[in-house]
């Protein structure tokens, strides 16, 4: 190693650029910064990372990330707890959320099913859907996955394999979506009218 | 604030969000990553963050970053310590080793003379140049700021008002780099082209 960097300093680099979308180059930037900077900018960095770390969970009952055990949106019963829209990921919840115009529940994925990546039904939370379904009365199914090959696959196994002897409504985001995209970049006009038009599977 | 987003994921958002570059999606992204990612990854960053505010300072001879002090490039018998190159930033240091045509030690800035930016010749280790240069027998003093209007600006300034009465040889990289641009972007073999044309001033 170079004699002229630090130990910490390469320490840091290499935390930084096992980071998604930063290379070796960005991570230096973003360390020789955090040495400038006040000390409380890398401080409350470091504070909020062990923070997530220890004070973060899944919701037992959705699955998205949350503090307490059931999450806000499940304990909330203001929100019509027999319709449960199903996700990819914790930050469709927030796109969803943020069109203010779905008051149901969640089921988050964690993922879709991707035999290229390895990734099979059971490393995903499918099988949690069926039970939960049967045994909370519930009225309708939102798929709201990628509208992509994977989500797409992913939406036919949950119809045809997890929900097939519910007997519950099972709907889909309308194709106002541009195949291909993320929903999680969708804007919230796209995203309302998506939800206003899904369609009986 | 949003109730599907738990505070440990908000905090840290915004704690992302301060870093130069990363925008408040990039923050999401790197937060989600950082959830579903195993605890070192965020542990390790966070160890990192902390270690480079405990464990690093600035070396009383140089002002580079460094563990020890002073660093291991001014205590270092087998550089030539009767050479001093002026360089706005610690990661200029790290492009000029990278050439490795250069065996003399360093001077770092921590910036350039900026009255747009409000910085002037006493927010920066400019003043200790010349009794270092005066007390430590200094053949030569390579100035090795960025090629810019602030970066010049320095350069005249450190010939005329900081080593004016030393008697030092003073010298600059030669201009084979371009105009404007970034000494830490700069390849290795421009570098050194640099370093070889240098000029007296």
Known sequence: MNKAIPEPV??????????PGVGPKSASRLTYFLLRAPD??????????????????????????????????CSDSMRDQRTIMVV??????????????????????HGVISPVNGVGPDDLKLRELGPRVEKGDI??????????????ATCMFIEREVLRNTGVKV???????????????????????????????
Chains 1, 2 share one sequence.
């Open 10 to 19: 390469t320490k840091l680099v290499e935390a930084f650029s096992r980071l």
């Open 40 to 73: 409380d900018v890398a401080l409350t960095l470091a504070d909020a990372l062990r923070d997530l770390k220890a004070n973060t969970r899944f919701c037992s009952v959705c699955h998205n990330i949350t503090v307490d055990d059931p999450c806000p949106v």
């Open 88 to 109: 990819e990921e914790p930050l469709d919840v927030l796109a969803i959320e943020r069109t203010g115009s779905y008051k149901g529940v969640y089921h988050v994925l």
């Open 139 to 152: 009225l309708e199914v939102i798929i709201a996955t990628n509208p992509s090959y994977e989500g797409d």
């Open 171 to 201: 709907t889909r985001l309308a194709r106002g979506l541009p195949v291909g995209s993320d929903i999680e970049y969708a804007d919230a006009v796209t995203l309302t009218r998506a939800l206003q038009g899904r369609s009986t599977l």
